[in-house]
C-alpha cells in the first residue's frame, strides 16, 4: 500500500472585493491506499474546498498536489479531466442524477467520457454491486432517495477508480437509509478503495478510521479513531455516533 | 439523451422554433410554387411554338397607364409582310374580345377571334365537322362562325350545330351569323382556352362588329426555328413596317416584333426576382428562428448548469459539453425544419387546391435543402451557448441552485 495523495503546503485564496479569502492556509496530507478517512468541520472550515481541490475540480493558490505519483496540481483542465474520469469518484449529498434518464444510463456516463464504447455492461456490474440491477431501468424520479445515492454510487465506481469523495452523502436520507448507504461504503473500502468522506455529522464522521478535524482553513486534528476520541466526539456531537453493523455479508435488502 | 429538457416544455420549444419552421414552409412553399408555375409556363411557351414572331403595336406601361399608338398595325400590313419578307413564311392578322353568344333561350360568353384561313396552320387547330373560314369569306366580310369545342357544347349540348344561326353582340350592335363549321377539342394553347373561342373572319369582326380601324395583332412564323432565319424575319418585319408607317430614322418604332425567346427571357428575369423576394423572407425567418433557438438554447444551459457540473465531475472534457449543446441546438432545428417542411408542403397543396390554376411541385432537393438551411441555423446559433456552457467553472456550476 503505498502512499495513494501526497499534498504539501495546500493554499486556496479568493480575492472578494478587498479582502482576500484563505479558504486553505498551508495545509500538509497524506493518504495511503485503502485508507477511510473522514473530513469534517463546521460551515467555512475549508472542508468543501479541500474536497474540490482533492477531487481535481480546481487547483490551489499555491501548493503541491501529488495523487498516485503525479503531479496533478499544475495540470491542464484536460488531463484534470482524465483524472477525474479515470482516479476520482464523485457521491454527492442530493444525488445529481440526471432526470428522465435510466439507472442504466446515468451509470455510463463516466464511461461515455472514457470513450468506452460496450457500455451497458459495464453499467450493469456497478449497479449490480449496489444491488440495484432490478431497477436498471427506472429513472430517477421513479426511484427512492437511497436508490438514487445507490444509482449514484455505481456511477462513481463504474471506472473503477482509485478514490472515492463523498461529500455528505447520507444528508438527505433517514438514519436507516443511511446506513445501508454508509455499509456500501465499507465494502468498497474493503475491496480496496479509498474513501474519503465530508460531513458535518459526527455520527457519520467516526464511522471512519481516521478522522481529520478542520478549522479556519487549517486541520487542526488529524488522528485515527479510537474509543477516546468517539468519547471525546460523543460529548461535543448532536447524538450517539450510530456505528453501521460491523463489516460483514451485505445487509439483506439494501 | 439531448433533448430531455427540451421536451420537458413542449410548447415553449415549438414557440423558439417557430422562426425556423416559418422560414423552412415558406421556402418550401414557394419552390413548390415557383416549380408549379415554371413547368406550366414551359408548357405554354412549348406549346407556342419556337419560330413565332409577335407583332403588335407598341404599348407602355407608364405611371399605371397605357400609352401609345394602339392603332398603328393596320390590315393591309399583314397582307404586304409575306410579301416583302422572304424569312416570313405565313401571317395572320387578327381582332378579339369577348361577346355574348346566344342561340335561341342558351346564351354563353365566348372569346371571339376575328381572323384569317392562316389561323388553322399557324396554331395547328383544325374544324372537327364542317369548314374553317376561307379566304373569300374573309374577302366578302360574310357572317359565319366557327365554333369552339365548348361553345358548341354549351349552347347546342349533343345536337347538330352545322347551318344553325347564332347572335353575336357587339358594339355596334347584335348579328346573326351562320355557324360553318366546329373545331376540335384543343385546351389551352400559348395560355388560351381555344375551345372558348368563336371565330369569324377578320374583316366581318373589323367592319360589322366592332368598327375597328386596325388590327390587335399580326402573329407570323418564320420560315424555319433557327436563331438566324427568326433573326432575319424580325429584321424585315420592322423594316417594312418602319417603311409603311412613314417612321423616319431616329424616331421610335410604333410597333413591336417579338419572338418566343424574349418572353421566355422575361419571364426567366420575372422567376430570378420572385425568386430573391422570397428567398429574403426565408432568410428573415431563418435568423429570427435562430435567435430563438440561441434563446432556449441558453435557458437549456442555465436549467442545466448543475448537471453540466457533474458532467464535468464525471471526468467530461470541456470539448464534449460544447459538442453536446451543439448537437442538441442542431437536432432541435432539425426537427423544426421536419416541421416547417410539412406545413410548407400543405401550404403549397392548399393555395393549389383553392385556385386550381397549376400543380406545385414540392422536390426531394427542395426538402433536402430546406432541411440543411433549418440544421445550419441550429448549429449556427447554438455556438454561443454551447461554448458558454463549456466554459462553466465546475465548482460554481456543482454549487449552482
Known amino acids: 500500500m503505498g502512499t495513494l495523495i501526497q499534498i504539501n503546503q495546500f493554499s486556496k485564496h479568493y480575492e472578494m472585493g478587498d479582502t482576500i479569502v484563505r479558504a486553505l492556509d498551508g495545509l500538509d496530507l497524506s493518504v495511503e491506499e485503502g485508507e477511510f478517512i473522514s473530513i469534517t468541520g463546521a460551515s467555512g472550515s475549508g472542508k468543501s474546498t479541500l474536497m474540490h481541490l482533492l477531487g481535481c475540480l480546481d487547483r490551489p493558490t499555491s501548493g503541491e498536489y501529488w495523487l498516485d505519483g503525479e503531479l496533478v496540481s499544475s ?12 482516479k476520482i469518484g ?53 426511484l427512492s432517495g437511497g436508490e438514487r ?16 469523495l463523498a461529500d455528505e452523502p447520507t444528508g438527505n436520507l433517514d438514519s436507516r437509509t443511511g446506513k445501508q448507504i454508509m455499509g456500501i461504503f465499507h465494502e468498497l473500502n474493503r475491496s480496496g478503495v479509498t474513501v474519503i468522506l465530508v460531513t458535518h455529522e459526527m ?52 | 439523451m439531448a433533448l430531455r429538457s427540451l421536451t420537458v416544455h413542449p410548447l415553449r ?91 335561341f333561350s342558351k346564351n354563353t360568353t365566348a372569346s371571339i377571334l376575328g381572323t384569317t384561313p392562316e389561323y388553322s396552320e399557324i396554331n395547328s387547330h383544325k374544324v372537327g365537322e364542317g369548314e374553317f373560314i376561307s379566304q373569300t369569306d374573309v374577302q366578302s366580310g360574310s357572317l359565319v362562325a366557327v ?5 358548341k357544347r354549351d349552347l347546342f349540348g349533343g345536337r347538330p350545330a352545322l347551318d344553325e344561326k347564332i347572335k353575336i353582340n357587339g358594339s355596334l350592335g347584335s348579328r346573326t351569323f351562320t355557324v360553318i363549321g366546329v373545331m376540335e377539342e384543343k385546351g389551352n394553347v400559348a395560355f388560351t ?24 395583332m399580326i402573329m407570323a412564323e418564320a420560315i424555319s426555328p433557327a436563331d438566324a ?29 417579338q419572338a418566343q425567346k424574349e418572353f421566355v427571357q422575361q419571364f426567366a428575369t420575372f422567376q430570378t426576382i420572385i425568386g430573391i423576394v422570397l428567398g429574403s423572407i426565408a432568410g428573415i425567418s431563418l435568423a429570427v428562428g435562430g435567435i430563438g433557438i440561441m434563446n432556449i438554447m441558453l435557458v437549456a444551459v442555465t436549467e442545466r448548469t448543475r448537471e453540466i457540473g457533474v458532467r464535468m465531475a464525471m471526468g467530461a472534457q470541456r470539448g464534449d459539453v460544447l459538442w453536446q449543446f451543439l448537437v442538441e441546438a442542431s437536432i432541435v432545428s432539425f426537427l423544426g425544419g421536419a416541421l416547417g417542411v410539412l406545413v410548407g408542403w400543405g401550404l403549397a397543396t392548399t393555395i393549389e387546391n383553392l385556385t386550381r390554376v397549376f400543380e406545385t411541385i414540392t422536390t426531394a432537393w427542395a426538402i433536402g435543402m430546406a432541411l440543411a438551411m433549418a440544421t445550419s441555423v441550429g448549429i449556427v446559433s447554438g455556438i454561443y451557448p454551447a461554448w458558454k456552457a463549456s466554459r462553466l467553472d465546475p465548482v460554481e456550476a456543482l454549487r449552482y441552485e
Not at chain 1, 495540470?75 to 479515470?86: E, G, P, W
Not at chain 2, 375551345?195 to 390587335?216: E, F, H, Y
Request: charged share 25%; net charge positive.
Open chain 2, 229 to 257: 432565319d427568326i433573326e432575319k424575319a424580325k429584321e424585315e418585319t420592322k423594316r417594312l413596317l418602319r417603311q409603311r408607317h412613314k417612321i423616319r430614322a431616329g424616331q421610335q418604332d410604333d410597333f413591336q416584333v
Open chain 1, 90 to 142: 464523485f457521491v454527492f449529498q442530493t444525488f445529481n442524477l440526471i432526470q428522465r434518464t435510466s439507472a442504466l444510463d446515468n451509470v455510463a456516463v463516466p464511461l461515455f467520457y472514457a470513450r468506452k464504447t460496450r457500455v451497458n455492461v459495464a453499467s450493469m456490474r456497478a449497479l449490480e454491486r449496489v444491488g440495484l440491477s432490478k431497477r436498471a431501468s427506472h429513472a430517477p424520479s421513479e
Open chain 1, 149 to 164: 445515492q445507490r444509482v449514484a454510487i455505481a456511477r462513481a465506481i463504474v471506472n473503477e477508480p482509485k478514490i472515492i
Open chain 1, 203 to 254: 455520527s457519520v464522521a467516526l464511522q471512519a478510521r481516521r478522522v481529520i478535524r478542520m478549522r479556519d482553513g487549517l486541520k487542526y486534528e488529524d488522528r485515527f479513531v479510537d474509543a477516546a476520541l468517539t468519547e471525546e466526539l460523543t460529548g461535543e456531537g448532536d447524538r450517539a455516533p450510530e456505528r453501521s453493523p460491523p463489516p460483514m455479508a451485505r445487509p439483506a435488502g439494501v
Open chain 2, 13 to 103: 420549444t415549438i414557440l423558439a422554433t417557430l422562426g425556423v419552421i416559418i422560414g423552412v414552409a415558406a421556402v418550401v412553399a414557394a419552390m413548390a410554387i415557383l416549380q408549379g408555375m415554371s413547368a406550366r409556363i414551359e408548357t405554354g411557351f412549348a406549346s407556342m411554338g419556337s419560330n413565332k414572331l409577335f407583332i403588335s403595336p407598341n404599348i407602355e406601361r407608364r405611371s399605371g397607364r397605357m400609352v401609345g399608338n394602339f392603332e398603328s398595325l393596320k390590315l393591309d400590313d399583314a397582307a404586304a409582310i409575306p410579301k416583302e419578307c422572304p424569312s416570313v413564311r405565313i401571317v395572320m392578322p387578327q381582332v378579339g374580345n369577348s361577346a355574348l353568344v346566344k342561340y
Open chain 1, 75 to 86: 495540470m491542464t483542465d484536460r488531463q484534470l479531466a482524465v483524472i477525474r474520469n479515470q
Open chain 2, 193 to 216: 382556352d381555344v375551345d372558348q373561342q368563336v371565330i369569324i373572319p377578320i374583316t366581318t369582326a373589323m367592319d360589322k362588329l366592332w368598327g375597328l380601324k386596325s388590327v390587335n
Open chain 2, 147 to 151: 365554333l369552339g369545342w365548348k361553345i
